[in-house]
């Protein structure tokens, strides 16, 4: 005979278990900022306990009109920097009592429009948009469910440039990629060669712009950029392109994110050349591979988990009023930049 399964417990079912009213076991469960004594509180959650209760979270956010969840929308979570990103989400989260879920969108802007469509059924608290935004996501639809999500009550919080509803958590990639080429020049260099994303992807566009600027202002000159991803992938081909072409020796790479600077220091030692001492590389980022791999890669530092953990607090935070300074970016040079003699 196979057993029937067992319904599952009710919050009356807590209640009556604990011995306290329906609105006390209420307020220990649901998180109710109203204060329940200890001794209540122990009695409610040992009986929860007791007998498996789970919150129903639809409920909740049909009763309150949004859920204790925080929607985090990456580009690709094999990539460190989007970990570290969520790992500071998360820690935000679990203070606030709050469950993080995470979307992907790839970077593809119709993509994205149906993830946050989707989401919008969940009615999250907040949405962190952590991947880097496209000039042509309006096209795609994503300004209009941004728009229906924040009429819900939902608040959207994006890494650079916000707008309208959205609130901005400000990262300074002009200012850290102009300092990045000035100390390269510093270190001797004058011929320079960018790996990129695709023109409109705001990162990589102001990544480039402010190293481009930067290495102008210490006598450099960039001899080509090339555009692609931000994947490793991505650097390797980009780089094998323009070995293709010719790199002089002393030339130096910078790829405008460590993953794809990493990609291309492989791409530089399978085409027999010497990563460093041959031809100098340079990333963005300073996630933890970066220091590993050798040579060791010289990047700009970004508080990636603090970055994540702010754009927690703006999507929570009733007081938060966006004039925060920028993270600092401070500048890291290791041997993928050895000194031009």
Same mark, same amino acid.
């Given at each position: 005979?196979?057993?029937?399964?067992?319904?599952?417990?009710?919050?009356?079912?807590?209640?009556?278990?604990?011995?306290?009213?329906?609105?006390?076991?209420?307020?220990?469960?649901?998180?109710?900022?109203?204060?329940?004594?200890?001794?209540?509180?122990?009695?409610?959650?040992?009986?929860?306990?007791?007998?498996?209760?789970?919150? @129903?979270?639809?409920?909740?956010?049909?009763?309150?009109?949004?859920?204790?969840?925080?929607?985090?929308?990456?580009?690709?979570?094999?990539?460190?920097?989007?970990?570290?990103?969520?790992?500071?989400?998360?820690?935000?989260?679990?203070?606030?009592?709050?469950?993080?879920?995470?979307?992907?969108?790839?970077?593809?802007?119709?993509?994205?429009?149906?993830?946050?469509?989707?989401?919008?059924?969940?009615?999250?608290?907040?949405?962190?948009?952590?991947?880097?935004? @496209?000039?042509?996501?309006?096209?795609?639809?994503?300004?209009?469910?941004?728009?229906?999500?924040?009429?819900?009550?939902?608040?959207?919080?994006?890494?650079?440039?916000?707008?309208?509803?959205?609130?901005?958590?400000?990262?300074?990639?002009?200012?850290?990629?102009?300092?990045?080429?000035?100390?390269?020049?510093?270190?001797?260099?004058?011929?320079?060669?960018?790996?990129?994303?695709?023109?409109?992807?705001?990162?990589?566009?102001?990544?480039?712009?402010?190293?481009?600027?930067?290495?102008?202002?210490?006598?450099?000159?960039?001899?080509?950029?090339?555009?692609?991803?931000?994947?490793?992938?991505?650097?390797?081909?980009?780089?094998?392109?323009?070995?293709?072409?010719?790199?002089?020796?002393?030339?130096?790479?910078?790829?405008?994110?460590?993953?794809?600077?990493?990609?291309?220091?492989?791409?530089?030692?399978?085409?027999?050349?010497?990563?460093?001492?041959?031809?100098?590389?340079?990333?963005?980022? /300073?996630?933890?591979?970066?220091?590993?791999?050798?040579?060791?890669?010289?990047?700009?530092?970004?508080?990636?988990?603090?970055?994540?953990?702010?754009?927690?607090?703006?999507?929570?935070?009733?007081?938060?009023?966006? /004039?925060?300074?920028?993270?600092?970016?401070?500048?890291?040079?290791?041997?993928?930049?050895?000194?031009?003699?």
């Amino acid at each position: 005979m196979v057993a029937q399964p067992r319904s599952a417990a009710t919050l009356h079912d807590v209640a009556r278990e604990a011995g306290v009213s329906l609105a006390t076991a209420s307020r220990v469960l649901n998180g109710s900022v109203r204060k329940v004594a200890e001794s209540y509180r122990e009695r409610v959650e040992e009986a929860a306990a007791r007998l498996g209760y789970t919150a @129903n979270l639809s409920a909740q956010a049909t009763a309150r009109g949004t859920s204790a969840i925080i929607a985090l929308l990456v580009a690709d979570i094999a990539d460190p920097y989007f970990g570290q990103l969520a790992a500071g989400v998360v820690r935000g989260a679990d203070e606030a009592g709050l469950v993080v879920t995470i979307a992907i969108t790839e970077r593809d802007a119709e993509r994205e429009a149906r993830l946050v469509r989707a989401l919008r059924g969940q009615r999250p608290q907040g949405l962190i948009l952590a991947a880097s935004r @496209n000039e042509d996501e309006d096209g795609a639809g994503v300004r209009a469910e941004l728009d229906a999500f924040a009429a819900m009550g939902g608040r959207v919080v994006a890494l650079g440039p916000g707008g309208g509803d959205v609130r901005a958590v400000a990262v300074d990639n002009v200012g850290g990629a102009r300092a990045l080429g000035s100390a390269l020049t510093e270190l001797g260099y004058r011929e320079a060669l960018i790996l990129g994303a695709r023109t409109g992807v705001r990162t990589s566009d102001d990544r480039i712009a402010g190293f481009t600027d930067g290495f102008a202002k210490g006598d450099g000159r960039v001899a080509l950029t090339l555009r692609g991803g931000f994947t490793r992938e991505a650097g390797y081909s980009l780089m094998s392109e323009a070995l293709g072409r010719g790199v002089e020796r002393g030339t130096v790479v910078f790829g405008v994110s460590d993953v794809v600077a990493i990609g291309a220091l492989s791409a530089i030692r399978d085409a027999g050349r010497e990563p460093g001492t041959d031809i100098a590389v340079c990333g963005f980022d /300073d996630i933890p591979t970066s220091r590993d791999v050798r040579p060791a890669l010289t990047t700009v530092h970004v508080p990636l988990e603090d970055l994540g953990y702010r754009a927690l607090r703006a999507a929570i935070d009733d007081e938060w009023t966006g /004039d925060a300074e920028p993270l600092p970016l401070d500048v890291l040079l290791r041997s993928s930049t050895p000194p031009r003699t």
